[in-house]
């Protein structure tokens, strides 16, 4: 059963009656009009998908019934039945908006064809825009997709955080997206025409943690050929992300701390500051409070890092989302 509603506008009787009589027998609701000041009253009560209307008619004609119905209904699809000396009016009437035209005589097999492609059209064209909007219900912050209420709301705070130049510290389990949030930041921050810089604590061992993040001078150590600038000047009047912020040494743990507080570093066998201008991004998949208890994180350097705190929850908790992360 076709589930379509059909409007047949024609002032011939027996022309409407026939294809009336046939687009039913195809499964189709149809309504008939003898004109087009009729078909406008159908519209305005009645739900249409489609019209099919002769163009040349008394009073109000096809192309004016095709302007008036695009007016109050641009959804609805127009296919008009020409005479064949009217080619010029019907490509003028594709060009207002009609979906197709059919010469008279009608053809009725042409006519099924052409219908059910206007209206398969339509269906497609209906499903790609629910899609989008439902693209754009999910497109919370940064082009991160979700339908989890809980990562919902940590974007909301890390939309907020961008705006703002203080230090963030991004909670959350392997996987679930910590990077994506820290970029997601910057990009959005007034910091985005700059620098983006990430490094991996994880990655690195204690030796290099420092040579890494500070920088040094030729020299400076075995293997130390030439100078190298650190995460932090490199970051510059950008965004410094720094993950798995759990695994720096206690010992960098002091440094790091003065470093955030001056807005300076020494490079490895320098004497002199570097300035910078960093915004601070850290996540890490680790409880540092128990770190702190523990004595394994430093209090101070932990409250410098948790000014803006974003938990972003494990996947398990956001099974909806997994489909749009594939």
């Not at 908006?97 to 219908?115: M, R, Y």
């Amino acid at each position: 059963m076709n589930h379509h509603s059909l409007l047949v506008v024609d002032d011939e009787q027996s022309q409407r009656d026939a294809l009336v009589g046939f687009l039913r027998k195809k499964g189709y609701t149809v309504l008939p009009a003898e004109n087009g000041t009729q078909a406008i009253g159908l519209i305005q009560k009645e739900t249409v998908d489609l019209i099919l209307t002769d163009l040349r008619m008394p009073s109000m004609d096809g192309m004016r019934l095709l302007q008036e119905t695009k007016k109050l209904n641009p959804e609805i699809i127009v296919i008009m039945m020409t005479a064949y000396g009217e080619i010029d009016t019907a490509i003028q009437s594709i060009k207002e908006g009609a979906a197709d035209f059919i010469n008279k005589p009608v053809n009725l097999g042409q006519l099924e064809v052409i219908i059910a492609k206007a209206l398969e059209r339509k269906q497609l064209l209906s499903e790609n825009l629910r899609l989008k909007e439902l693209v754009k219900e999910r497109l919370q912050f940064g082009g991160i997709m979700t339908e989890s209420s809980s990562m919902q709301q940590a974007l909301s705070i890390a939309a907020r955080a961008a705006m703002s130049k203080a230090t963030v510290l991004i909670i959350g389990e392997s996987g679930t997206g910590k990077e994506l949030v820290a970029r997601a930041i910057h990009t959005a921050s007034p910091r985005s025409d700059q620098p983006f810089v990430a490094v991996n604590m994880a990655a690195l061992s204690d030796n290099l943690v420092e040579s890494e993040l500070f920088g040094y001078e030729k020299g400076a150590f075995t293997g130390a050929s030439m100078t190298r600038k650190g995460r932090f000047e490199i970051a510059d009047k950008g965004t410094l992300f720094i993950d798995e912020v759990g695994e720096i040494p206690p010992s960098t743990q002091v440094k790091l701390l003065r470093v955030l507080q001056e807005q300076s570093v020494e490079r490895i066998g320098a004497n002199n500051l570097v300035h910078f201008d960093v915004r601070l991004v850290a996540a890490t998949h680790r409880n540092l409070e128990e770190m702190v208890k523990a004595g394994e994180f430093r209090e101070d350097f932990y409250y410098r890092l948790n000014v803006i705190r974003i938990h972003l929850p494990p996947l398990r908790e956001r099974k909806g989302d997994i489909p749009l992360l594939v």
